[in-house]
């Protein structure tokens, strides 16, 4: 048996029990929809779910049904990512899609004929680009939520305006605007009318979408209903801002476009690079890999290349 087949079947059996700990054990929990019912009901929770029986809200972003799965989903927050990207998948789910990412890589090392040191870092790499995925998922959503906040402010002060009450404009929102704008204020409308304070959906709404803007909101209509004042001309001035805000963001990226595009080639350059030289030559470039200074020189690289990475982006990322 060669050692590349032993590492190969090492790896999937360490993988395969990752997988089965987080299928297999532990009791399921309670969602937390089924609890909400039955605390304004004052009776017992139904046989089905509130993701089987096709409830107000889905609950398919709820964390797996192991205790290996909750103290994952805990220590590495997947619970909020998967919440703030909006994905159907459950930690189990992701959990093989990774494992089964990691053997692809591992056994596309030997395909295109790295040799076998580079398996397990090719594994690993792939390993990690689920995660890698559901982390552009979520930006990609909360940036698209931010450009529809203003529209989405101005709405519910014309609303207030008309006459109709805060939960109206939300309701207004949730139809008139897409996702996953309408979809969180549907949310916020849906659990009011289910019983919870409107601050309290609103506090869960700013923990669901991490934004700054968001929260002005809500402590907007929290002082509102405090004190009292005009809740639509304050909607006004945030959208406004909101608007300034991103005009200012746009400017700046057009002045930085020039940097980025600039890091863009200097981080990608060395490892295309590699891998064409590589191609042609590959006793060439062994060297790093056998020699002691060469193996400096490797280490040296990977390490300035990771800092330039870091002070490029510092440059750029200009927050506004």
Known sequence: MTPMLISFLVFVGVAGLIAALAMLSGDKREDEIDQRLAELTGGK??????????????????????????????????????????????LSKFLLICVGSGAVGF???????????????????????????????????????AGQLPEALELVARALRAGHSLASGMSLVAHEMSDPIGKEFNRVFE?????????????????????????????????????GGDLAEILDKIGRLVRERFQIWGQVQALTGEGRISGVVLLALPPALFAAVWRMNPDYLMLLFTDELGKKMLVGGLVMQLLGAV???KIVNIRV
């Open 107 to 145: 056994t596309a090392a030997a395909a295109i004929g790295l040799p076998m040191k580079f398996s397990p870092v090719l594994a690993i790499g792939m390993t990690f680009l689920p995660f890698a995925w559901l982390s552009f998922k979520r930006k990609s959503r909360m940036k698209k939520f």
């Open 311 to 313: 002070i490029i982006r």
């Open 45 to 90: 929770k139904k046989g089905k779910s509130a993701k089987e029986s096709g409830g107000l809200m889905n609950a398919s972003w709820e964390t797996g049904s192991s205790a290996f799965e909750q103290a994952l989903a805990n220590h590495l927050n997947l619970h909020r990512m998967f919440v703030q990207a909006d994905t159907s998948l459950n």
């Open 191 to 227: 659990e009011q009318n289910l019983g919870m304070p409107m601050e309290e959906a609103l506090n869960s709404m700013t923990e669901r979408v991490p934004n700054l803007d968001l929260k002005f909101f809500a402590t907007a209509v929290v002082l509102q209903r405090q004190t």
